[in-house]
Structures are given as structure tokens and as C-alpha cells.
């Protein structure tokens, strides 16, 4: 690892800590130059599959996209950040599980409103007027009663 201050090439580990449940590690480090210590976070990346839309188009996976639509699904409710980064995570996990290249975004979708469903009754039928194109106040009752019917709380 470079040093940031010095830009020696060859630092030493003097500790290292788990953190986010082992899915990162903390790394103490120090200079044997100029003798600064500083942190590192270290974490596996994998790749996501390419998002093959519904025009056929095909885009990289943006986690950022998915983020800010269960937001704005959530918006102004009494859903909290860490409910959402949770419900991103059961998403990304879903679609690593998959070990697929590609997946449709009607896929992805279907796994918001899964997570949804979970966090938020407003929530799910706000993301899904938008997902589902309703056209009508039928289609915003039909997608309100199905949900009555199917009210099952996530267990942790």
C-alpha cells in the first residue's frame, strides 16, 4: 500500500479489525519512511450483473439508481436509513446468489417491491404506481388489497 504522505510503496499492517459484520476489515498501517500511520478499509468487490432494460439495452449495474428509488419510495415515512441500506443489501445479495451476467430490470423490480413490501405498505404501492404504470384508481386498489391479503411482516 502507498503511502499518502510520503508515497513510499511498501507499508506494514500494525493491526487489522473486522468490521460490518466481516465484510470489510480495518487496517492500522504505518510507514517505515516517514513513520505516519493511517487506516485502510479493505473489502471484496464483486461484480454485479449488466441490467438488460426493457427496450433490450443493456447498462452496468448502478447501485446508486437503486438507492435513490427506494428513497424516494420512502420518502417522508417513518422508514430509516438503515432499513433501507438493509433492504439495498438483501437486493445486491439476491442478485450475487444469482451468479448471472445479466439480469432484467423487471428482475430488479420485482425485488424492490419484495423489500418494500417488507419495510412499508405506502412505500410498496408508491414504487409500485410508478413500476406498474397504473393507469387507474382500480389498478391502485387491486395493488392495495392484494397487499392487505399478503401483510407478513419480515422476521429478522
Known amino acids: 500500500m502507498l503511502c499518502p504522505f510520503c508515497h513510499t510503496k511498501d507499508t506494514r499492517v500494525i493491526d487489522s479489525r473486522d468490521v460490518s459484520d466481516g465484510e470489510e476489515i480495518r487496517r492500522r498501517r504505518e510507514c517505515p519512511n516517514c513513520g505516519e500511520r493511517f487506516n485502510t478499509l479493505e473489502s471484496a468487490q464483486l461484480k454485479l450483473p449488466a441490467v438488460v432494460k426493457t427496450d433490450a439495452s443493456r447498462e ?28 439495498v ?4 445479495k439476491s442478485l450475487r446468489v444469482k451468479g448471472v451476467r445479466e439480469v432484467e430490470s423487471i428482475a430488479i ?14 412505500a410498496y404501492v408508491r414504487f409500485a404506481s410508478v413500476y406498474r404504470r397504473f393507469e387507474d384508481v382500480q389498478a391502485f386498489s387491486e395493488t392495495v388489497q392484494h397487499l392487505q391479503q399478503d401483510a407478513t411482516p419480515r422476521k429478522p
Open 60 to 87: 452496468p449495474f448502478d447501485e446508486a439508481k437503486l438507492r435513490h428509488g427506494i428513497g424516494m419510495a420512502t420518502r417522508k415515512l417513518a422508514v430509516g436509513t438503515e432499513q433501507i441500506e438493509a433492504a
Open 109 to 122: 423490480g420485482e425485488l424492490v417491491m419484495e423489500e418494500l413490501k417488507h419495510l412499508d405498505p405506502v
Open 89 to 92: 443489501g438483501h437486493i445486491l
